[in-house]
């Protein structure tokens, strides 16, 4: 790798970082936290590559989700079971409805930063620093809070490492077996009818678990072969400091990884091929994200493509579109087409939330299960004309009942939202309206293999 260190990016300009009111304070905190231990381990990140190579042929689909931002409030085994269980009922509606292997990534374990599109917020005749995500500052509206503080980094490290060990204890401990489905779904739905829809697939998959129990060829005391289990973790690589704080070389491959999460992505703000998020992540072995918007031109994809994967590795690119419902078709075909005649390996994914997030006049900010869906439906016909794959979904969801986003199965409208809007950040699926989603998707899959077979 050509001139490339954990610390290379510092001399590249650096977008969206917090400014701390005491430097040294903070740089002491970072070299606190390079003496922390990982919380991944490079294999983990080459196996969940070697699944993202997969999905990029179409063999697994991918399903991103969780939080816009993790917060220190919101920390308890109770929301970490939900999100795990929110994603293992979307993956199983998937794999039993299209047949697909499913691949299960979080946005949980250290989605701690957030990029803001202004520095401060005005209320009234007062203008504070923006709410930067809790690893930076706190969201009430007052100075100490919105000061940017690093104890919180450290925070923020800790709730990682201890989500991710429960995650781990889930499900390593036999909870994210197939035989456990029904405990999945414990006072949990609560729409009638997407509970008998998803009651229908339980009462399928465990007749063919049963199946296999009786002809010897399932042993749930080994969790095999009907494992939901593996389970991966990501955040937006945002904040450098901590992220290169995190970065181990493997002394045996000499290949750096950073151990934060397993899979890292660089948002719609910070991609700019001459900054130093992309000079970060050119050089660590995970497999990476990178959001696509519609401002993204053809020539400056190619080129941070080949930047931070000048081998061309399988696996090793996924790319999140995030156009808006309004504009993919306009966009997406032909960087898709780019991409293509180029011969470069990537994951491509869909993001439909980000595009399509608007402010009501309730002053709520909010999304549209329609929208939303539309967004998905033109990704998958898009990839079905030019004959690529539409290999994964990028979500904002909870496994909370919320309402903040508009429509789906509870027609949930604008004077609902304030029953229950707990985002940090933005509006976030709530568990019907991402049930739901998973059955539409399900049909999309179906859909373009039928269409593929033909
Ligand atoms: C996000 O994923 O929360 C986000 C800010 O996305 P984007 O960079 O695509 O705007
Ligand atoms: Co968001």
């Not at 991918?62 to 939900?82: L, M, R």
């Not at 800790?158 to 414990?186: C, M, P, V, Y």
């Amino acid at each position: 790798m050509k001139h490339w260190t954990k610390s290379s990016w510092k001399k590249y300009s650096t977008h969206q970082q917090p400014e701390w009111p005491d430097e040294n304070k903070y740089k002491k905190i970072i070299n606190e936290i390079s003496t922390y231990p990982p919380l991944i381990f490079d294999k983990e990140a080459e196996l969940l590559k070697k699944y993202l190579a997969d999905a990029s042929e179409g063999k697994n689909f991918v399903i991103q989700g969780g939080d816009c931002a993790e917060t220190f409030i919101d920390f308890n085994s109770k929301s970490i079971h939900d999100k795990l269980k929110i994603l293992l009922q979307m993956s199983v509606i998937i794999a039993h409805g299209a047949s697909s292997n499913v691949i299960r990534i979080g946005r949980i374990a250290g989605q701690f930063a957030k990029p803001r599109s202004s520095k401060s917020e005005m209320r009234g005749n007062t203008s504070l620093p923006s709410y930067r995500g809790d690893a930076i500052n706190d969201i009430a509206y007052d100075e100490t809070s919105r000061t940017p503080n690093p104890d919180r980094i450290i925070k923020a490290y800790h709730q990682s490492a201890a989500t991710l060990n429960l995650l781990r204890a889930f499900t390593n401990g036999g909870f994210t077996d197939l035989s456990k489905i029904k405990e999945w779904n414990e006072n949990f739905i609560n729409n009638s009818n997407t509970e008998e829809k998803y009651d229908e697939i339980v009462k399928k998959i465990n007749e063919s678990v049963k199946f296999f129990e009786t002809i010897g060829g399932y042993n749930s005391n080994q969790n095999m072969p009907f494992k939901m289990a593996e389970f991966f973790t990501s955040h937006e690589a945002l904040l450098l400091d901590y992220e290169s704080a995190l970065t181990h070389k493997n002394n045996i491959t000499n290949k750096w990884y950073c151990c934060s999460a397993h899979f890292l992505w660089v948002g719609n703000r910070t991609r700019n091929i001459d900054g130093s998020h992309i000079e970060f992540l050119r050089g660590i072995g995970n497999p990476i994200g990178i959001k696509i918007s519609s401002s993204m031109k053809t020539e400056e994809l190619l080129n941070i493509c080949n930047k931070l994967n000048p081998q061309n590795e399988k696996g090793k690119l996924t790319l999140i579109s995030r156009m808006g419902s309004k504009k993919i078709n306009t966009y997406l075909p032909s960087l898709i087409n780019a991409i293509q005649k180029e011969g470069i390996n990537v994951l491509w994914m869909c993001d439909p939330m980000h595009g399509n997030t608007y402010k009501l006049k309730s002053g709520y900010k909010t999304r549209d299960f329609d929208t939303i869906m539309n967004e998905l439906e033109s990704f998958f016909s898009i990839h079905h004309n030019l004959g690529t794959i539409p290999g994964g979904i990028h979500l904002e969801f909870t496994g909370e009942h919320v309402t903040e986003c508009l429509g789906g199965t509870d027609n949930i409208i604008d004077n609902d939202l304030r029953t229950q809007y707990a985002t940090a950040c933005d509006p976030r699926l709530n568990i019907n309206q991402s049930l739901e989603l998973a059955y539409r998707i399900t049909k999309l899959l179906i859909k373009n293999k039928e269409n593929n077979n033909v």
